[in-house]
């Protein structure tokens, strides 16, 4: 299994563009969230899903689109980028069993928006 | 804002030593979990506890809950170089949701 992967690894925007990240899980999981890591903060969740089809806001969602078409992929949208969107992007994947809430992390994708 | 706060943000210890962490939080939580961090990669699962738990071991980690307080620790007995890394705690406050809301972290350096 490759377990969490995302694409790219590293991305410049110029202000105003959009783009998407992408993030894929082959474990199955129904659950999927994307974080953001900014220096000093911690990770901060933008989006998560509990299955295909259904997603919900985290703690900092705007600026930021998902959807969950199948249960593999959760891609990120950046509508207009600007330049506090600099961060590292986590995407994570879990099951929804009970005692298999331990999240798995993608390598996470660093972006720079100037 | 962000559902666990971290104690210390910094720890720096030598090799041998024990390094103990703390965490806070904020509401009522089904369950915590620790994290760790290597410099420039994801995050990898530590440990989870339940909120009907007090404490949890896992070869040299030992985590205790304390819901009453709302605090949590996660002690590394015996450091090693290689433990040298950012530790956090993230919070469910349902159980499966999928959900975490991570702690800013504490870096932990392990000095040889």
């Known amino acids: 299994n490759a377990g969490v992967t995302q694409t790219p690894k590293f991305q410049v925007l110029k202000t105003g563009q959009s783009m998407t990240l992408q993030c894929a899980q082959d474990m199955n999981h129904e659950y999927m969230s994307w974080y953001r890591q900014d220096p000093g903060m911690g990770l901060r969740l933008i989006h998560y899903?509990?299955?295909?089809?259904?997603?919900d806001q985290g703690e900092v969602p705007n600026g930021y689109n998902v959807s969950r078409s199948t249960t593999e992929d959760f891609p990120l949208r950046l509508l207009s980028a600007a330049p506090s969107q600099t961060s590292v992007y986590f995407c994570a994947s879990s099951g929804s069993r009970l005692g298999a809430e331990t999240q798995y992390f993608g390598p996470g994708t660093r972006l720079l928006v100037l | 804002s962000q559902q666990g706060e971290e104690d210390p943000q910094a720890l720096s210890i030598q090799e041998g030593e024990n390094a103990t962490m703390n965490c806070s939080y904020k509401?009522?939580?089904?369950?915590l979990q620790w994290y760790r961090q290597n410099s420039g990669r994801g995050l990898v699962h530590l440990i989870l506890i339940r909120s009907n738990e007090r404490e949890k071991h896992s070869g040299r980690l030992r985590v205790t809950l304390d819901t009453s307080k709302k605090s949590s620790s996660l002690l590394i007995t015996a450091s090693r170089a290689a433990d040298t890394a950012s530790y956090f705690c993230?919070?469910?406050?349902?159980?499966?949701?999928?959900?975490?809301?991570f702690g800013q972290g504490t870096t932990l350096q392990v000095k040889p």
């Open positions: 899903s509990v299955g295909a089809g259904i997603t």
């Open positions: 993230a919070t469910a406050r349902s159980s499966n949701t999928g959900k975490l809301i």
């Open positions: 509401t009522s939580i089904n369950n």
